[in-house]
């Protein structure tokens, strides 16, 4: 087995065990693995390993990938089934268009105006693009993401627009290694999303957890975990 596919195995190892843990199926929680910085090998190895859904954070980088993943490979190897792919990183509006015309989810919305730019440049043919909305709870890592306060004005607006399909909401907590610390802000998402659905507005997806706190966001109800560095080791930004 490739270090990739033992690294795959493990991590669905700790996502059973937090599901079963918070008395959740472990079905419920998919596993998006975060290849950005990452050569297409690895993510082949991924595939064949079963791992189909995987995230970037610059358009580019993950359109070349995508554009350059040779269909029939995946049809001779063991893997058949279609990739799926997550636009993560910071969205600005000149990168709006290669994004909708290439990813099936945007986790990263963070204002109305890349929101319609998104709906508008979704081409026909595809189905809607599947987005949550970024917030930023207290002890955010970056200053990114929408207030809080204005969340819910943002997914009612979102859920008007055609061309994309609101599913629910995304942060990117400060890492921690105190487990009580590190469910705090996962917590705090949860009841913003439960109460932007009690205000009518359905949402059912929480993207939140990374390689060093999935267990926390689990238990806190985290429907989609983006794992990076624990299935494809540290990056190299250099
Ligand atoms: C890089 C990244 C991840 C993965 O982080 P790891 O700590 O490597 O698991 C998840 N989400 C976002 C938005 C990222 O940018």
Not at 172 to 180: G, N, R, T, V
Request: aromatic share 4%; charged share 20%.
């Amino acid at each position: 087995m490739s270090a990739i596919a033992t690294n795959l195995q493990a991590v669905r190892e700790r996502i059973a065990k937090a599901a079963r843990a918070a008395g959740r199926e472990p079905g419920e929680i998919m596993l998006l693995a975060v290849s950005k910085t990452k050569p297409l090998a690895d993510i082949l190895c991924a595939a064949e390993a079963g791992q189909t859904a995987f995230g970037e954070n610059y358009a580019q980088e993950g359109v070349d990938k995508m554009t350059v993943a040779p269909q029939g490979y995946f049809l001779r190897g063991a893997v058949d089934r279609n990739l799926s792919w997550h636009f993560i990183g910071p969205l600005q509006s000149n990168k709006t268009r290669l994004v909708a015309e290439n990813y099936a989810w945007v986790h990263s919305i963070e204002r109305l105006k890349i929101a319609e730019r998104l709906s508008a440049q979704r081409p026909a043919q595809l189905p809607p693009l599947l987005v949550c909305v970024q917030i930023n709870v207290s002890g955010e890592a970056s200053k990114s993401g929408c207030a809080p306060q204005d969340a819910l004005a943002l997914c009612q607006a979102i859920s008007t627009l055609p061309g994309l399909s609101l599913r629910g909401l995304m942060a990117i907590p400060e890492a921690s290694d105190d487990p009580a610390a590190q469910r705090a802000p996962f917590r705090q998402l949860r009841e913003i999303a439960d109460s932007i659905r009690a205000a009518g507005v359905p949402l059912d997806t929480l993207s939140m957890g990374m390689s060093h706190d999935l267990e926390a966001a689990i238990a806190e109800g985290a429907t989609i975990v983006r794992i990076g560095t624990a299935i494809f080791g540290e990056r190299n930004y250099s």
